[in-house]
């Protein structure tokens, strides 16, 4: 088996990631975001879970920059949360997970929620990992190169 | 605002899937089975957890079907642990926290590990989600379609 260098965590961005995302409340509640959820109380019946709960993971969400707060689009007294860029930025990983359920999660007459392409009602296709020339990769196709920080500079490991 | 219809969690693969793989150490370890670690050691000096939380996690990932237990590579007595069909198709939703990582979560000089095509040794694109007629799509592009189960039937609610 091959050595592998101790990563260092921080350097990681999967796991940096999940730092922020890395719980099912939050994920869940940015899938709702996505789906066009915005107040406070659609989120709690959406969910169902506690007050103080929500509160605190969307004050979470708000401080990482994922949401952020916006008057209320009928002009009502109404906080409402939306998705900052850096919150969209996760479409991919909602839809992996999406993906990968319905993939892997549902029996094949079990039916779920589907996500389509707004304007022609087709169903999507499954993500894809393209190489700088075009080409389809799969997990055997990459490899993660580690970092190391040296005294005084910083370097990449090559290959 | 749209009227949303209250959602049942287990119609959403989004949701289905958080249950199975909803927390950070779950996710850890199927990042670091991508990157080809196979033991309990391994794994455990990686992540620095308790034995018992990473015996637990494997012992869930195992029982989900996203990981496996294999003889070792090298003829030992060792366990080893690899990634099912399954937990192959959870490729996407990794790259995705990588690439959402990558983004937003590092500063512009800050080092990160890197994901590079295997044969070119070149950066890959970002993950991408087309329609059937390979249009480019955006959170904006894509509605989920919920499901409605009926009394005796189950059909999809129209658009």
Chains 1, 2 share one sequence.
């Not at 915005?38 to 929500?54: H, M, N, P």
């Not at 169903?123 to 055997?140: A, I």
Request: charged share 30%.
């Amino acid at each position: 088996m091959k050595k592998r260098q101790k990563s260092r965590r921080e350097e990681c961005p999967v796991a940096r990631s999940l730092e922020v995302v890395g719980d099912r409340w939050s994920l869940l509640i940015i899938r709702n975001a996505f789906d066009g959820i915005r107040r406070f109380g659609e989120f709690q019946k959406d969910l169902g879970l506690s007050k103080s709960v929500l509160a605190s993971r969307l004050h979470a969400l708000v401080s990482n920059g994922i949401l952020r707060v916006e008057p209320s689009a009928d002009g009502s007294a109404y906080q409402e949360y939306g998705l900052t860029e850096k919150g969209r930025g996760l479409f991919h990983v909602v839809v992996g997970l999406r993906q990968w359920g319905e993939a892997f999660l549902f029996s094949q007459n079990e039916e779920h929620s589907v996500m389509v392409d707004r304007s022609s009602q087709e169903s999507v296709h499954t993500l894809e990992l393209r190489s700088q020339h075009g080409k389809l990769l799969t997990p055997n196709d990459v490899v993660v190169k580690k970092v190391r920080v040296r005294e005084g500079s910083r370097s990449k490991i090559p290959g």
